[in-house]
């Protein structure tokens, strides 16, 4: 966990720049108090069984408020005016064109743009990798292995893989019932003993 005035990192679910957040508060639910995390992409992020004491230090964070982004508008066209205007092609595109070009980028543009100003290129920004996230999803429920069909828990499903292909349906019992990515991500963290490895999301 690292919460700092640049960055929000709670694992498994969520580590990401205060830019990339347009709104944070507490939800009451029957089992407790969830953090709702909204970000510029539109995605809802949720903290459950919420510590008290996390959310005491989410507030005390200087200038909260400041940090958070209000959206394309307030953050990205900005960023993307200034870049068209002084450092991409000086004096080679008129006021109207950077102002078309801020207000609506095209896909690949905005997603390179992203991934520059995130991590200096190494890798996809927030949208990009939702999109790319989104991809393998779709291909993944649109091709599901016959042993995914009929099943509603991964156990079931892994029961049946095991004795399909070891002859023993008790070969994945190690795996606990995953029902979600955060779920996923913490599973794995355990298993590759990789928990105070970069990057700092895992």
Known sequence: M???DKILSLPPYISTAWKN????HVETRPYGHVLLIELITGTKVEVP?????LMEKIGGVPGLGDLLSHGFDNFWKPELQAWLSNKAYPGTLSDAE????????????FI?????KESQG???GTLGSIIVADVFFGALEADKMAIERGHTTLQGALRELGGQILARDDAFEFV????SMPELIAFMVDELK???TPPAFI
């Open 176 to 179: 606990p019932e995953i029902r």
């Open 98 to 109: 950077i102002n078309t070009l801020s207000n609506d980028p095209p896909l690949l543009f």
């Open 21 to 24: 957040i347009v709104s944070i």
């Open 194 to 196: 990789v928990g105070d």
């Open 49 to 53: 069984h919420l510590d008290p004491k």
């Open 122 to 124: 190494v890798q996809l």
């Open 112 to 116: 390179l743009f992203e991934a520059a």
């Open 2 to 4: 690292k919460i700092t």
